[in-house]
């Protein structure tokens, strides 16, 4: 069924073994149908990915896989496979003696529990010679062969607790080569191709050497994480359920606390209506005694007033009396001062009389100032009409003058002007 894919990278062993190495690492899981997953946790599919990518030489970028991690979920067979091969294979499919290798490394690693593989060069037992050799260290063994397609081993040394590796110095500094001592081999030389090598040679020796006789080396590591993961998520549940409840107390606290706040705000309100009536009571309590200071001030007043008023009430009464009396000669007075009234309106009436006599005597002497001024205007234009006709008619010489002369007027003989009798009648109205 995995076997039949539509774009296949990997050749079908590589699946196998791939398959293989995910039987060993997946895990069940139960689902909502009562029924079980097999899948693999994320850690594992990034620890082989990463080996894949390394393997290939290129970059591990652990953030990009963490976030194709959330985005898939759950890894299944099928899953795991496309992911390898669609993203973690390189994107050259034509190599696939390098994706094969690699598989076949990873495989060796996880299902045949190979701690480190590598050459290395060994001193022969009888001659003091060294030479390379393609070792092979498990659990428990050490095995070397004479280039790594050599199916049998050129020798292989047992390793348990009673055996121990170390370095080699050469005059006091640190050298390539290291010895591992076995109860069967006693002292075995060894030389790494380089520093960091031979540093990896011994962690390794040292991990086979304490887990000697485990076939099922990377099974137990598998169960190990399986187990802290198991422990960590519960340690994360714990955790939550311990902020949960915490959060409900907190929640529950704050409801309390608002409650007693909302209470407290309740009694400092009811202290402070409790303060308000105690003021506006003082304050009662002062203005009743300012009223009974101020009722008692108005009652001296009021007694003073009335000692006030009976004293006005005496001089009123004799005010009256006084007053009847003035009533009396008023009485006098007023019937003398109608007498003299009557007097005056006699008087008034004669001067009325006397007066439309001087009004109809004016009217007289305007109907004749009018008349006057009427024969002055007329006397005036005959004597403007006859100046003229005298200019304009032909005379000779002195005769024309002479003439002339004799129809002006004299100033004793010229009429009244209009301003003269215009004043006289003035004058005339004034003495009326």
């Known amino acids: 069924m995995y076997l039949e894919r539509s774009h296949p990278v990997f050749n079908d062993h590589s699946v196998y073994q791939l398959f293989r190495i995910y039987c060993l690492l997946a895990e069940t899981k139960s689902d909502t149908t009562d029924s079980y997953l097999v899948i693999i946790h994320s850690d594992e599919v990034a620890q082989i990915a990463a080996h894949l990518v390394m393997s290939l030489g290129l970059q591990w970028d652990a953030t990009d896989f963490s976030t194709l991690s959330e985005a898939i979920g759950v890894f299944r067979f099928s899953t795991f496979l496309a992911v390898l091969e669609s993203k973690y294979s390189g994107g050259n499919t ?74 080699l110095t050469n005059n ?24 960091k090598g031979r540093l990896q040679w011994l962690a390794a020796l040292q991990t086979a050497i304490q887990h000697p006789n485990e076939i099922d080396y990377q099974r137990k590591l598998a169960e190990q994480r399986r187990s802290l993961r198991q422990a960590t998520k519960q340690e994360k549940d714990k955790i939550k359920l311990e902020l949960k409840h915490e959060r409900q107390a907190r929640i529950a606290a704050e409801i309390q606390a608002r409650k007693l706040e909302t209470l407290s705000k309740e009694e400092s309100a009811k202290v402070q209506q409790l303060e308000d009536i105690k003021q506006k009571l003082e304050m009662l309590l002062q203005e009743e005694k300012q009223a009974l200071r101020d009722e008692e001030i108005v009652r001296n007043l009021q007694a003073r007033v009335l000692r006030e008023e009976w004293e006005k009430r005496e001089q009123l009464e004799r005010l009256q009396q006084e007053q009847q009396e003035l009533l009396e000669m008023e009485k006098m007075k007023t019937m003398e001062f109608e007498r003299m009234q009557r007097k005056n309106k006699q008087q008034l009436k004669d001067a009325e009389q006397r007066l439309d006599q001087l009004e109809a005597e004016k009217k007289h002497l305007d109907a004749e100032l009018r008349a006057a001024r009427e024969n002055v205007k007329h006397a005036e234009e005959a004597q403007l009409l006859l100046e003229a006709q005298i200019v304009t008619r032909p005379l000779r010489g002195g005769e024309r003058i002479r003439r002339t002369q004799s129809f002006i007027p004299t100033t004793k003989e010229r009429p009244l002007s209009t301003e003269t009798i215009d004043s006289r009648s003035m004058t005339l109205q004034k003495n009326t």
């Open 94 to 167: 034509s190599d696939t003696m390098a994706l094969t290798e690699a598989i076949d490394d990873i495989y060796q690693i996880y299902i045949e529990n190979v701690l480190k593989k590598g050459y290395l060069m060994k001193k022969g037992f009888l001659l003091p010679t060294l030479r390379y050799f393609w070792f092979v260290l498990r659990p428990g063994e050490l095995t070397y062969y004479k280039d790594p397609q050599q199916k049998e081993p050129s020798g292989v040394i047992r390793l348990n607790i009673n055996c121990w590796a170390d370095t």
């Open 172 to 195: 006091g500094k640190p050298d390539r080569r290291f010895v591992l001592s076995t109860p069967e081999h006693k002292c075995i030389e060894l030389v790494a191709e380089d520093y």
